[in-house]
């Protein structure tokens, strides 16, 4: 894909992706048990480990390598079963919680902006001692709130404040590349423009622009020439620091990745291998490490697995 440098199968089907990996996995003699979860592990006395299944049974390992994956996504069979062993014998845990996530909210002046896309928004999450600023700038209006992949970059600030029940950061948007002291100039050009055209004229969708005309108390039969001083200020600032009302998440439904995990101080990072737990190996999601949107939480994933 050129415009964004990112690499995708000819086929474009996420299952070949799979059916490629496990071909591989076979010529290499990895033998595959299905409906068999891991129910425990036990140390036996010479250092090995015995693998017991959910449902009876058992398997023997000089090493295991814990790659189960966090919460996210739990219609494919997401069940942190990883958390729950390796809390069991003797990791801590940085509580998990979703990450990259869409964010649930009222849209501006309460109306039904579902389905509207920008592509040119800036956005960044503000609180007292931390923040930080999307990468993207690709967004999305859902029926619910926003989803794209500048919401789900900073999607975890508000999700990890709200799931501690503290304030949740505030998520302000500038809607298009244009600085507050751009939108100031175009709008004291002044002429027989209405507002709401000139938002438009600027790569603003319609509904959107009407919906924060009406935030900013601007009649949308207002014209440049007649708008008034305080409707101005009021419409400079919904353009380029509108803060969206956050209500909640999507959770772990809709995650793209699981938070949270076992602290790398407690692995071997040159191997993945735990401190608590010599002989077991631990990857991906389990750990307490989670990237930006675009590709870097499966980068993560084939490093700390390949590490182990």
């Known amino acids: 894909e050129e415009a964004t440098g990112k690499y995708f199968p000819a086929s474009n089907s996420a299952a070949e992706v799979r059916d490629r990996l496990v071909a591989a996995c076979r010529r290499h003699g990895v033998e595959f048990s299905y409906g068999a979860g891991l129910q425990d592990l036990q140390r036996q006395p010479d250092g090995t480990w015995r693998l017991l299944l959910q449902g009876g049974g058992s398997v023997a390992a000089a090493r295991v390598v814990l790659a189960t994956g966090g919460l996210s996504f739990p219609r494919l069979g997401a069940t942190g079963d990883g958390y729950r062993l390796l809390r069991q014998h003797g990791h801590s845990l940085h509580e998990p919680y979703p990450a990259l996530t869409p964010l649930l909210g009222a849209h501006p002046g309460q109306q039904q902006l579902t389905g509207i896309s920008l592509y040119e928004a800036e956005l960044a999450a503000r609180r007292a001692k931390a923040g930080g600023r999307a990468q993207r700038t690709a967004m999305l209006f859902t029926h619910r709130g926003y989803s794209g992949p500048a919401v789900l970059d900073l999607s975890h600030h508000a999700v990890r404040a709200l799931e501690r029940q503290q304030p949740a950061p505030r998520i302000q948007v500038q809607w298009t590349p244009h600085g507050a002291a751009d939108w100031e100039g175009k709008m004291l050009e002044g002429g027989a423009l209405l507002v709401p055209s000139l938002l438009r004229r600027e790569g603003l969708p319609q509904r959107l622009a009407e919906a924060l005309c009406g935030e900013a108390g601007v009649p949308l039969d207002r014209k440049l020439s007649e708008l008034r001083k305080a409707e101005r200020a009021a419409l400079v600032e919904a353009l380029t620091r509108y803060t969206l009302p956050v209500s909640g998440?999507?959770?772990?439904?809709?995650?793209?990745?699981?938070?949270?995990?076992?602290?790398?101080?407690?692995?071997?990072?040159?191997?993945?291998?735990?401190?608590?737990?010599?002989?077991?190996?631990?990857?991906g999601e389990l750990c307490d490490v989670f990237g930006r949107i675009g590709g870097f939480n499966f980068w993560w994933a084939w490093v700390s697995g390949r590490l182990a």
Do not use: H, I
């Open 249 to 283: 998440s999507e959770g772990y439904a809709k995650a793209e990745v699981t938070g949270g995990g076992v602290p790398l101080n407690e692995l071997d990072v040159s191997k993945m291998q735990s401190r608590v737990l010599p002989g077991v190996y631990v990857c």
